[in-house]
């Protein structure tokens, strides 16, 4: 058997992460101008959790997948399913196409994170993990750099459909590296999979979904969320092969990590969606400039991460991830506080690169502990598990705060939603009516300020989850024997 090329098969998975990663700031950058020309500014937020939702709810699948069939198979699948859907999404003309093909972009991205981490996990030592994970925290800040650039001039000289279509050459370039040079060995056994724990889960986090987007007014989803949620807990219980499997979680590392990824990253995805969204609403600043201001976080992660990377074997993993949690405080204290019309550009840009700072020693270390604390045969799912939690904590995260914008602009029946679509446009809505126009700005503003402090509130959660960090070994590994549970 040829054996894998450890430099080009890391540099097609770097590729990967760097379409995932250009997509989240481009797109972001982009959306409003989508709005004002598509319409549909009510429907926002979904755009952005559809292709988390999709992709949320894959990722665990996903990481089965890996552990049973062999990972190359499932990143090339997703891959080229996330490019179809680039593709896609470039051709929509309503916000209705977009937000379903968005949807199908999604399901090809919930392969594409998880298992590109869990391959580096199986090619590299614990000592050059530390370092790989790191240096690929930099893909994160290299698309941090042009992302927002990127965006603003695709608006600007060409069309927002060209932000779909740059995924292109990196995805076929991504697919040609991983063909020819990574090889892997699986021994491949007849499996079940569970098909009862997945549509379980599917329906679950359609139902936290949608009624965390209630806020207040279609809250159904909530309690079938939580029968949904027991149902499955008691399926992954006795199926053979399940999703996620229950007993990962006697590992109080994999639980930690869960808790404090779903809110860092409800923060996280909350702060890159509706940053620009205020940038170029209220205060009427361009795409570039809307892009320039979640600059400071994008680049600061990756920064840290590397850091992070060199102090692990040093310090463990305890002292980075509290320290970077509490980083994670500061800044979006003090963009809750100070991200207003008055505020000099520099105070918001430095509170969002503290929490980027933060971020990067708390998720770098968070991930390499869950790998550190399973064999090769969980490694997979354990990993696809915490990546899970992370995802869904964004998408509920970005649709709660989605639900709040909403609401204060549908506050006053008199104004029509149109209008608010036309505050998105390039003018900024200046063909509207004086009054109008203050109106929504200020509704607009109210509910974007009102979703910075319940940014500030998750990462004040995930800081207290991570004061329960325990200590973990950084040789030592827990097989699924050690964590099976007899039925």
Known sequence: ????????????????LFMAALEATVVSTAMPTVVGELGGIQHYAWVFTAYMLSSTITVPIYGKLADLYGRKPVLLFGIVL???????????TSMAMLIGFRTLQGLGAGAMQPVALTIIGDIYTLEERAKVQGAFSAVWGIAGLIGPITGGFIVKYLTWHWV???????????LVLLLSYFHERVERKPQKLDYAGAALLTGWVVALLVGVQGVGVNLWGLPVAAVLLAAFVAVERKAAEPIIPMSIFKVPAIVISSIAGALFS???????????????????????????MITPM??????????????????????????????????????ALLLGPQAPKLVPEVAMGLFGIGMGFASTAL?????????????????????????????????????????QLLKDPTVPISAANALMSPDHGQDLPADLLATLSGALGTGLSINFWLICAFTVAAF??????????????????EVATPH
């Not at 996330?82 to 929509?92: D, K, M, P």
Request: glycine share 16%; with cysteine; aromatic share 8%.
């Open 298 to 335: 994008i680049v600061g992660w990756p920064l840290a991460a590397l850091v992070a990377g060199k102090l692990l074997l040093k310090t463990g993993f305890r002292p980075l991830i509290v320290g970077g949690l509490g980083l994670t405080v500061v800044g979006t204290t003090l963009m």
């Open 464 to 481: 207290a989850a991570g004061l329960f960090f325990p200590k973990v070994s950084r040789t030592a590994t827990v097989s699924s024997t």
């Open 82 to 92: 996330f490019l179809v859907g680039s593709i896609a999404s470039g051709l929509s």
């Open 1 to 16: 058997m040829r054996t894998t090329h450890r430099p080009l098969t890391t540099l097609a998975l770097a590729l990967s």
């Open 266 to 292: 409800a923060a996280m995805f909350g702060a890159t969606t509706y940053v620009p969204l205020f940038v170029q609403g209220v205060l009427g600043g361009t795409p570039t400039e809307a892009g320039g």
């Open 164 to 174: 779909f279509f740059i995924n292109v050459p990196v995805g076929v370039g991504c």
């Open 367 to 407: 991930l390499i502990a869950v790998q550190t604390s399973v064999g090769w045969e969980l490694r997979g799912v354990a990993t696809a598990s915490n990546m899970f939690f992370r995802t869904i904590g964004g998408a509920i995260g970005v649709g709660l705060m989605g639900g709040v914008m909403v609401s």
